[in-house]
C-alpha cells in the first residue's frame, strides 16, 4: 500500500507478495474494503503511541501539545497512503477503538492547557490544524516541502497561539 497506494491494493497481488495462496486474504477478510478498515485500524493505533510517546516530556503543556503535533506531521509525511486511508469516510465502518483512543490523546493534551476558549472548540481547533498541515505536507503542497520538525513547530505555535489563554 506504502508504494503503490491504497487505491493500487489488489488482494491477489498482496497474496502473491505474502507467499500465500491467492484465496488466503479471504479467509481473514470479507474483502479488500475490511481488509483495508483492519489497515486504518492499525494506523490508528500507531499513531496514538506516536503521540502518547511524543507528549511524555516534561515540558508545559503548550510543548507538549507542539510535541505531538509535529510527531503527527512525521507520521503522516512517513506513511502517506496509510495517513490518507485513516481519515477515508469509506475505511472508518470497521475501525474500532484505535481512532478515538488516538484523539483522546490530542484532548487530554489540549485540556492540560490554559485556554481562552471552552475545550471542544481547542480540540477541534488544534486537530484541524495539525491535519491539515499535515494533509498539505503529504501533498507535497510547494510552501511546505521540506518541512522540517523547527520549522512545523513554529508554525503551529504561531496558529496555536490563538486558542491558548494569553499571560
Given at each position: 500500500?506504502?508504494?503503490?497506494?491504497?487505491?493500487?491494493?489488489?488482494?491477489?497481488?498482496?497474496?502473491?507478495?505474502?507467499?500465500?495462496?491467492?484465496?488466503?486474504?479471504?479467509?481473514?477478510?470479507?474483502?479488500?474494503?475490511?481488509?483495508?478498515?483492519?489497515?486504518?485500524?492499525?494506523?490508528?493505533?500507531?499513531?496514538?503511541?506516536?503521540?502518547?510517546?511524543?507528549?511524555?516530556?516534561?515540558?508545559?503543556?503548550?510543548?507538549?501539545?507542539?510535541?505531538?503535533?509535529?510527531?503527527y506531521v512525521r507520521f503522516a509525511m512517513a506513511h502517506p497512503h496509510l495517513?490518507?486511508?485513516?481519515?477515508?469516510?469509506?475505511?472508518?465502518?470497521?475501525?474500532?477503538?484505535?481512532?478515538p483512543a488516538a484523539l483522546g490523546v490530542l484532548v487530554s493534551l489540549v485540556?492540560?492547557?490554559?485556554?481562552?476558549?471552552?475545550?471542544?472548540?481547542?480540540?477541534?481547533?488544534?486537530?484541524?490544524?495539525?491535519?491539515?498541515?499535515?494533509?498539505?505536507?503529504?501533498?507535497?503542497?510547494?510552501?511546505?516541502?521540506?518541512?522540517?520538525?523547527?520549522s512545523i513547530r513554529t508554525d503551529m505555535a504561531a496558529l496555536l497561539d490563538?486558542?491558548?489563554?494569553?499571560?
Amino acid at each position: 500500500m506504502e508504494e503503490h497506494g491504497v487505491e493500487n491494493v489488489v488482494l491477489t497481488r498482496l497474496a502473491q507478495t505474502c507467499g500465500v495462496s491467492v484465496a488466503a486474504p479471504y479467509r481473514h477478510f470479507a474483502s479488500k474494503e475490511a481488509l483495508l478498515s483492519e489497515v486504518a485500524t492499525g494506523g490508528f493505533a500507531e499513531l496514538g503511541a506516536v503521540l502518547t510517546h511524543a507528549s511524555r516530556g516534561q515540558g508545559a503543556p503548550r510543548d507538549r501539545l507542539l510535541d505531538a503535533g509535529v510527531a503527527y506531521v512525521r507520521f503522516a509525511m512517513a506513511h502517506p497512503h496509510l495517513f490518507r486511508l485513516m481519515f477515508n469516510t469509506e475505511s472508518h465502518a470497521g475501525v474500532g477503538e484505535e481512532g478515538p483512543a488516538a484523539l483522546g490523546v490530542l484532548v487530554s493534551l489540549v485540556q492540560a492547557c490554559d485556554l481562552s476558549v471552552p475545550v471542544p472548540v481547542a480540540v477541534r481547533a488544534s486537530w484541524a490544524q495539525v491535519h491539515g498541515y499535515a494533509s498539505l505536507c503529504v501533498g507535497a503542497m510547494s510552501s511546505f516541502r521540506g518541512a522540517t520538525d523547527q520549522s512545523i513547530r513554529t508554525d503551529m505555535a504561531a496558529l496555536l497561539d490563538g486558542v491558548l489563554a494569553k499571560d
